[in-house]
């Protein structure tokens, strides 16, 4: 069954762009979309890679043309444009595939909005240090470590998770082959697969409050953030 359309989705920092890589490796069938972005790549990012890298001026053009099928400015007036073509979505249903987005939750909830047919899958840090962690380590790999800039990322994230009840499903990303078989599980059973695959799938649902899942909002409702699933 071709022409389903995932979102994954998580804050920054929380590995959902390792996750997708993988899932892409395991499962046929999915086209990626390739996001525009007006940020400067990073490390050995290559034009139409990781994302389509244009100018400021160009990515409001094409707001103003329409092209996009969602967009976001993130973290505020001097932030950057993130965004995914409309066109994407079409090219994915001719060529007889499914379509996978790996977008920021802001672009999310806009396209949730406006197919809410789409299967919503929302990437969980496991908690706030391990989330601090990994921002840090980023942070440090891109020689950016303004303290200004990862506490406004931590709060975002905070902000962030309260969308989570909006998703259909949600995993939490403390080990990698364990989440990585929990995003397969969702795609195949969202194909119709049910053997080997429908009861993990089911485990994943937002709705479920598997254990995993309430542990990891409780550690961020410790500082404050309260989510309820």
Request: charged fraction near 25%.
């Amino acid at each position: 069954m071709a022409g389903i359309l995932f979102i994954i989705s998580a804050p920054s920092g929380s590995g959902k762009s390792t996750l997708v890589s993988q899932l892409r490796s395991l499962v046929e069938g999915l086209e990626f979309s390739i996001s525009y972005t007006t940020r400067q790549p990073r490390g050995s990012e290559e034009d139409g890679r990781e994302y389509h890298f244009t100018t400021r001026a160009e990515f409001e053009r094409m707001i103003a043309a329409g092209e996009f099928l969602e967009w976001a400015l993130v973290f505020g007036p001097g932030g950057n444009y993130y965004g995914t073509a409309a066109a994407a979505l079409d090219h994915a249903r001719h060529a007889g595939k499914d379509l996978l987005l790996d977008i920021d939750v802001q672009g999310a909830v806009q396209v949730m909005q406006k197919l809410p047919q789409a299967v919503s899958i929302f990437i969980v840090p496991p908690s706030p240090e391990v989330l601090e962690r990994r921002l840090r380590n980023r942070s440090e790999a891109e020689h950016v470590t303004s303290e200004a800039d990862l506490a406004q990322r931590l709060s975002e994230a905070r902000k962030e998770l309260d969308k989570i009840r909006d998703f259909k499903y949600a995993l939490v990303n403390d080990e990698l082959d364990v989440a990585v078989g929990e995003l397969r599980a969702i795609v195949l059973a969202e194909r119709g697969v049910q053997d080997g695959v429908s009861a993990l799938a089911a485990s994943c649902r937002t709705d479920a409050g598997s254990a995993r899942l309430l542990n990891a909002l409780a550690s961020f409702e410790k500082q404050g953030v309260g989510h309820r699933v």
